[in-house]
């Protein structure tokens, strides 16, 4: 077991240009209506000369099936079944996994990275971040950028339900993104106690600026019962540092249930997936928005996640990881 | 030589100064602190002391199933929680009654949409699903028995204890692992719980288990239980809360144990209006039915029938007098904190009489010294009523004046239907309030018979009166008491975006139909006063299902408030037709009146296009109504950026 104190270094910043997959290893991506999700052909073909198997989430509508194809077969695959997710990942037998997160629903990154950290090995998640977000047509406190059309509802993370007893006492740890309409409808729902409520917001966020909105955009559930007091941060494109914030709140609050709802960054969430997968008496709480197509422009910064070494570390260190 | 100091600046000025801000904060916390506590949530144990007991719903105490109907604040989680043995046991440590002389024991249990929303999915047929669900319940509601038997056993360590035997049978009746007593039976549950939900996350290769018999461990579980002294003849509650929670097929579930719960326990169902959509059971022949098998309380309307006024005034004097009791100087009473105005001295604060001094220099050259004479003897209201009925009848003021003289029984008539709607007049063109909304009626009103509202109105009127350099053992002033309103008003617009999945949509319509209400309440002359209310034309027929599930929505989160046109309904079978407003609480922020008064049309296809295309479809709607938009209010600015070229 590796000890990672002193190396917080498992995410590497780059170009997609400059990026290049281990030598036989599997991608799994999905490319949606945005730019950044996109994968061209170029680099496609250049990573298919390093014997690269690309796997394509094609259709995700469902939350508890999606399409994959991959050499031009196609399949369903049912994410509530960790036999048929498993395979997904070993669909080449020990080889390196990249889970493209950019393109990817929550509710499918969560059933597979539980089904790549069950395997083992290399395992390392990327994303692109986006060149900009789209302006809201019409803006409202907590609804500057048109992001989700909607939300489907508060419903559990395929792999992920919760029906234990829950310990007496709760902390609700959002992890803020930009719509604050999301944050109070979770606030909503979960009911937490009164400053029981610890949101984790990305600073430093994609671009300098970024943390402000977050605050402008949350201003109102985080006035509500003084709630911007426990306010703590976590890189926004690091799912490690999120990882170590919920640590260090659960060394805080010991024996109580921790609902963690990944509403900001795709790399927050991917955290705080890790972090359901590495402790007991974690909760993720979702709701399930339907982005708006074409919600972000442009491309900027490729994140690729070393996670495999950091499952194989003492801070990963997980009690179970069985279902 | 000494030097002059000014008397002003002395240290023990200073000091003083620093003291009453202190005194200033302390008192600013107190009132966060007693009126803030909002949610039944965050009072923690404090919510047993503060709330008075659910005497005033004996539907709740009886061995009936109950369904307590209400919108969010109306105090549905707060009774309920009261009802449960811990609520019971928190009450009962001031009052000194042991368990064992207690009547009832209510179980609570929060229906966690996390949770619920956990059962469902395409790759299993719904009466799979009905199975797999039914199973969960029993799995919790065994849970819910066995720990208030041992919740009994730790209060009453000499009570009669579950035999070995019956904790095994039960067990066995939820397929899971030996048990041999009480302690064993309650971590073999909770074991099973776990195994439960492994199965849940993988169901697609495990399979749900061995599924227990809808109700039959319950019943047994019940029925042990009743063998022993201390819940013999007891009463025993499931208090379900947040039943709007449930999937309709899950309602059906819980419905059919409703239908069939019997003499040896019985279920309070907490949920909002519009919440229990699914009366059916599981046996397509029976649905649930009122008054046969269950009664239901629609909490605002109990409330409002026994005097919601004097529950919130003691509610509110309690806290006063907990407030004062830290050490807080405030008025013990909230009547006398919150004084009313009348319409004349609201008219003369808005600014009256200068309209009424540019009447009288108008009508001076044009009447004679009778009539003159006779308008300097009508009331101030009179007098504007002159100017109001010119406009809005295009008449010479002149000649209004000739006919008030000629006919006063239509002209006091006059005066009554359009006395209010003139006060949104008054300062037309000006900055400033348009409208007061002061008194602790006009909250009562204000609030809809929600508690929280009202303590939400409280708590800002009482911070308001701080800022305002007020102390809280004087009354609060009309004003203050109005921009504190307003400032609820915008709170709860803006808290509709994360109220639901359908806050967005929510958030849109309520602006949209709050900037068309104040339009027409600032221009209400040559029209019908008082519009705030409306129905709701379908298209073809019967509303669209995309309008009904908006609608719906409203009501659920107190957006929209709901009347019966027909009454009877309820008992004739009849198809309930409903008119709907918005809820009063948005009423001073967009500054209309909030009293139940006239209606609108409102076409179907206008109301879902509030909520994709605002701007041009409150135009549409003004348009319908012959009005032309207004200048946006300074309170309303705040939404300047969603008005658009509606603003």
Same mark, same amino acid.
């Given at each position: 077991?590796?000890?990672?104190?002193?190396?917080?270094?498992?995410?590497?910043?780059?170009?997609?240009?400059?990026?290049?997959?281990?030598?036989?290893?599997?991608?799994?991506?999905?490319?949606?209506?945005? /730019?950044? &999700? $996109?994968?061209?052909?170029?680099?496609?073909?250049?990573?298919?000369?390093? !014997? *690269? %198997?690309?796997?394509?989430?094609?259709?995700?509508?469902?939350?508890?099936?999606?399409?994959?194809?991959?050499?031009?077969?196609?399949?369903?695959?049912?994410?509530?079944?960790?036999? /048929?997710? &498993? $395979?997904?990942?070993?669909?080449?037998?020990?080889?390196?996994?990249?889970? !493209? *997160? %950019?393109?990817?629903?929550?509710?499918?990154?969560?059933?597979?990275?539980?089904?790549?950290?069950?395997?083992?090995?290399?395992?390392?998640?990327?994303?692109?971040?986006?060149?900009?977000?789209?302006?809201?047509?019409?803006?409202?406190?907590?609804?500057?950028?048109?992001?989700?059309?909607?939300?489907?509802?508060?419903?559990?993370?395929?792999?992920?339900?919760?029906?234990?007893?829950?310990?007496?006492?709760?902390?609700?740890?959002?992890?803020?993104?930009?719509?604050?309409?999301?944050?109070?409808?979770?606030?909503?729902?979960?009911?937490?106690?009164?400053?029981?409520?610890?949101?984790?917001?990305?600073?430093?966020?994609?671009?300098?600026?970024?943390?402000?909105?977050?605050?402008?955009?949350?201003?109102?559930?985080?006035?509500?019962?003084?709630?911007?007091?426990?306010?703590?941060?976590?890189?926004?494109?690091?799912?490690?540092?999120?990882?170590?914030?919920?640590?260090?709140?659960?060394?805080?609050?010991?024996?109580?249930?921790?609902?963690?709802?990944?509403?900001?960054?795709?790399?927050?969430?991917?955290?705080?997936?890790?972090?359901?997968?590495?402790?007991?008496?974690?909760?993720?709480?979702?709701?399930?928005?339907?982005?708006?197509?074409?919600?972000?422009?442009?491309?900027?910064?490729?994140?690729?996640?070393?996670?495999?070494?950091?499952?194989?570390?003492?801070?990963?260190?997980?009690?179970?990881?069985?279902? | 030589?000494?030097?002059?100091?000014?008397?002003?600046?002395?240290?023990?000025?200073?000091?003083?100064?620093?003291?009453?801000?202190?005194?200033?904060?302390?008192?600013?916390?107190?009132?966060?602190?007693?009126?803030?506590?909002?949610?039944?949530?965050?009072?923690?144990?404090?919510?047993?002391?503060?709330?008075?007991?659910?005497?005033?719903?004996?539907?709740?105490?009886?061995?009936?199933?109950?369904?307590?109907?209400?919108?969010?604040?109306?105090?549905?989680?707060?009774?309920?929680?009261?009802?449960?043995?811990?609520?019971?046991?928190?009450?009962?440590?001031?009052?000194?009654?042991?368990?064992?002389?207690?009547?009832?024991?209510?179980?609570?249990?929060?229906?966690?949409?996390?949770?619920?929303?956990?059962?469902?999915?395409?790759?299993?047929?719904?009466?799979?699903?009905?199975?797999?669900?039914?199973?969960?319940?029993?799995?919790?509601?065994?849970?819910?028995?066995?720990?208030?038997?041992?919740?009994?056993?730790?209060?009453?360590?000499?009570?009669?204890?579950?035999?070995?035997?019956?904790?095994?049978?039960?067990?066995?009746?939820?397929?899971?692992?030996?048990?041999?007593?009480?302690?064993?039976?309650?971590?073999?549950?909770?074991?099973?719980?776990?195994?439960?939900?492994?199965?849940?996350?993988?169901?697609?290769?495990?399979?749900?288990?061995?599924?227990?018999?809808?109700?039959?461990?319950?019943?047994?579980?019940?029925?042990?239980?009743?063998?022993?002294?201390?819940?013999?003849?007891?009463?025993?509650?499931?208090?379900?809360?947040?039943?709007?929670?449930?999937?309709?097929?899950?309602?059906?579930?819980?419905?059919?144990?409703?239908?069939?719960?019997?003499?040896?326990?019985?279920?309070?169902?907490?949920?909002?209006?519009?919440?229990?959509?699914?009366?059916?059971?599981?046996?397509?022949?029976?649905?649930?039915?009122?008054?046969?098998?269950?009664?239901?309380?629609?909490?605002?309307?109990?409330?409002?029938?026994?005097?919601?006024?004097?529950?919130?005034?003691?509610?509110?004097?309690?806290?006063?007098?907990?407030?004062?009791?830290?050490?807080?100087?405030?008025?013990?009473?909230?009547?006398?904190?919150?004084?009313?105005?009348?319409?004349?001295?609201?008219?003369?604060?808005?600014?009256?009489?200068?309209?009424?001094?540019?009447?009288?220099?108008?009508?001076?050259?044009?009447?004679?010294?009778?009539?003159?004479?006779?308008?300097?003897?009508?009331?101030?209201?009179?007098?504007?009523?002159?100017?109001?009925?010119?406009?809005?009848?295009?008449?010479?003021?002149?000649?209004?004046?000739?006919?008030?003289?000629?006919?006063?029984?239509?002209?006091?008539?006059?005066?009554?239907?359009?006395?209010?709607?003139?006060?949104?007049?008054?300062?037309?063109?000006?900055?400033?309030?348009?409208?007061?909304?002061?008194?602790?009626?006009?909250?009562?009103?204000?609030?809809?018979?929600?508690?929280?509202?009202?303590?939400?109105?409280?708590?800002?009127?009482?911070?308001?009166?701080?800022?305002?350099?007020?102390?809280?053992?004087?009354?609060?002033?009309?004003?203050?008491?109005?921009?504190?309103?307003?400032?609820?008003?915008?709170?709860?617009?803006?808290?509709?975006?994360?109220?639901?999945?359908?806050?967005?949509?929510?958030?849109?319509?309520?602006?949209?139909?709050?900037?068309?209400?104040?339009?027409?309440?600032?221009?209400?002359?040559?029209?019908?006063?008082?519009?705030?209310?409306?129905?709701?034309?379908?298209?073809?027929?019967?509303?669209?299902?995309?309008?009904?599930?908006?609608?719906?929505?409203?009501?659920?989160?107190?957006?929209?408030?709901?009347?019966?046109?027909?009454?009877?309904?309820?008992?004739?079978?009849?198809?309930?037709?409903?008119?709907?407003?918005?809820?009063?609480?948005?009423?001073?922020?967009?500054?209309?009146?909030?009293?139940?008064?006239?209606?609108?049309?409102?076409?179907?296809?206008?109301?879902?296009?509030?909520?994709?295309?605002?701007?041009?479809?409150?135009?549409?709607?003004?348009?319908?109504?012959?009005?032309?938009?207004?200048?946006?209010?300074?309170?309303?600015?705040?939404?300047?950026?969603?008005?658009?070229?509606?603003?």
């Amino acid at each position: 077991m590796v000890t990672l104190l002193d190396e917080p270094l498992l995410t590497v910043t780059l170009s997609r240009d400059d990026f290049d997959c281990i030598p036989g290893s599997v991608y799994i991506y999905s490319g949606t209506s945005e /730019q950044r &999700s $996109a994968i061209s052909e170029e680099w496609s073909q250049r990573q298919l000369e390093r !014997d *690269v %198997t690309f796997i394509e989430v094609t259709g995700q509508g469902y939350l508890q099936e999606v399409s994959i194809e991959t050499a031009g077969t196609s399949a369903k695959v049912m994410l509530s079944s960790t036999s /048929q997710t &498993s $395979a997904v990942v070993d669909s080449v037998p020990g080889a390196a996994i990249y889970l !493209d *997160v %950019t393109g990817l629903g929550h509710h499918v990154t969560a059933p597979f990275l539980r089904a790549a950290v069950a395997r083992g090995g290399e395992i390392y998640v990327v994303y692109t971040e986006p060149g900009s977000y789209r302006p809201s047509r019409h803006p409202q406190r907590g609804a500057f950028y048109d992001l989700s059309e909607r939300v489907d509802g508060i419903r559990p993370l395929p792999t992920f339900a919760y029906l234990r007893q829950d310990p007496p006492e709760s902390i609700l740890v959002p992890l803020l993104g930009f719509e604050g309409a999301r944050f109070e409808y979770v606030v909503q729902r979960v009911e937490p106690a009164k400053g029981a409520t610890f949101p984790i917001i990305g600073v430093p966020g994609f671009r300098a600026d970024y943390p402000f909105v977050a605050y402008w955009g949350n201003e109102a559930a985080l006035l509500a019962d003084d709630t911007y007091l426990n306010v703590r941060y976590a890189v926004a494109n690091d799912p490690f540092d999120v990882f170590h914030q919920l640590i260090d709140l659960r060394e805080a609050h010991p024996g109580k249930l921790m609902k963690v709802a990944p509403i900001g960054t795709k790399p927050n969430a991917v955290g705080a997936i890790l972090f359901a997968l590495s402790r007991t008496e974690v909760e993720l709480i979702y709701d399930h928005p339907t982005r708006r197509l074409n919600r972000t422009n442009g491309v900027a910064r490729l994140c690729i996640f070393d996670i495999g070494t950091f499952v194989d570390s003492d801070v990963f260190a997980p009690p179970s990881i069985a279902t | 030589m000494e030097q002059d100091r000014d008397p002003a600046m002395s240290p023990s000025t200073f000091q003083q100064g620093d003291t009453d801000r202190a005194q200033e904060a302390r008192d600013r916390s107190s009132v966060t602190d007693f009126f803030g506590g909002l949610r039944a949530e965050w009072l923690g144990p404090r919510l047993y002391d503060t709330y008075r007991s659910p005497e005033y719903l004996p539907e709740l105490l009886s061995s009936k199933p109950c369904i307590l109907q209400g919108g969010r604040g109306t105090g549905k989680t707060t009774v309920l929680r009261i009802l449960s043995y811990e609520g019971q046991a928190a009450v009962a440590d001031d009052e000194g009654a042991e368990p064992t002389k207690w009547t009832r024991f209510g179980m609570y249990w929060r229906l966690d949409t996390n949770r619920v929303t956990a059962f469902q999915g395409e790759h299993l047929e719904e009466s799979a699903w009905i199975a797999i669900f039914g199973h969960y319940v029993n799995l919790m509601l065994c849970r819910h028995l066995s720990n208030l038997a041992l919740w009994f056993a730790a209060e009453v360590p000499t009570s009669a204890a579950l035999d070995g035997r019956a904790a095994g049978l039960i067990a066995r009746s939820l397929h899971l692992d030996p048990a041999d007593s009480l302690e064993s039976l309650n971590e073999v549950i909770e074991a099973g719980i776990v195994d439960f939900e492994a199965r849940i996350n993988n169901i697609f290769d495990e399979g749900p288990g061995r599924l227990s018999m809808q109700a039959a461990p319950i019943d047994l579980f019940v029925a042990h239980l009743r063998r022993l002294p201390q819940f013999h003849d007891r009463l025993l509650f499931f208090l379900l809360d947040e039943y709007e929670n449930l999937l309709d097929y899950q309602q059906r579930v819980i419905n059919t144990l409703i239908k069939h719960s019997g003499m040896n326990y019985t279920f309070k169902i907490g949920v909002k209006v519009t919440g229990h959509r699914d009366l059916r059971t599981l046996n397509p022949n029976e649905a649930l039915q009122e008054p046969a098998d269950f009664t239901s309380v629609d909490i605002s309307e109990k409330l409002t029938a026994i005097g919601f006024g004097e529950f919130a005034r003691d509610v509110c004097d309690e806290r006063l007098a907990q407030m004062s009791n830290s050490g807080v100087t405030c008025s013990s009473s909230i009547v006398d904190l919150l004084p009313s105005i009348s319409e004349v001295d609201e008219a003369l604060e808005l600014g009256l009489h200068d309209q009424l001094h540019r009447l009288r220099r108008e009508l001076v050259p044009k009447v004679s010294p009778d009539d003159l004479e006779f308008y300097d003897s009508l009331p101030p209201l009179e007098q504007y009523l002159v100017r109001y009925w010119s406009v809005s009848q295009v008449q010479e003021p002149a000649a209004v004046l000739a006919a008030a003289k000629a006919e006063p029984k239509e002209w006091r008539t006059r005066l009554g239907n359009h006395q209010y709607a003139m006060l949104f007049t008054i300062r037309e063109g000006r900055r400033g309030l348009r409208k007061f909304y002061a008194g602790w009626e006009t909250y009562i009103q204000l609030s809809g018979g929600n508690l929280r509202f009202l303590l939400q109105l409280v708590m800002e009127a009482l911070i308001a009166q701080l800022d305002a350099g007020g102390a809280l053992n004087e009354p609060i002033r009309p004003e203050v008491q109005t921009l504190a309103a307003s400032a609820v008003g915008r709170k709860n617009v803006s808290d509709l975006q994360g109220l639901d999945a359908r806050g967005g949509d929510l958030s849109r319509v309520v602006l949209g139909l709050g900037r068309v209400f104040q339009v027409m309440a600032h221009s209400p002359a040559g029209h019908t006063p008082e519009v705030n209310q409306f129905d709701i034309r379908a298209a073809q027929g019967r509303l669209t299902p995309p309008a009904e599930q908006l609608i719906d929505a409203a009501v659920r989160n107190l957006a929209f408030v709901r009347f019966s046109r027909n009454k009877m309904a309820a008992i004739s079978g009849e198809t309930q037709d409903w008119q709907y407003a918005l809820h009063p609480i948005y009423a001073a922020f967009f500054g209309y009146s909030y009293r139940s008064k006239r209606r609108m049309t409102l076409k179907e296809v206008d109301l879902l296009r509030l909520v994709d295309e605002p701007r041009p479809t409150i135009k549409t709607i003004l348009k319908g109504q012959n009005r032309d938009l207004v200048t946006l209010p300074e309170q309303m600015q705040f939404f300047g950026g969603f008005y658009g070229d509606a603003a």
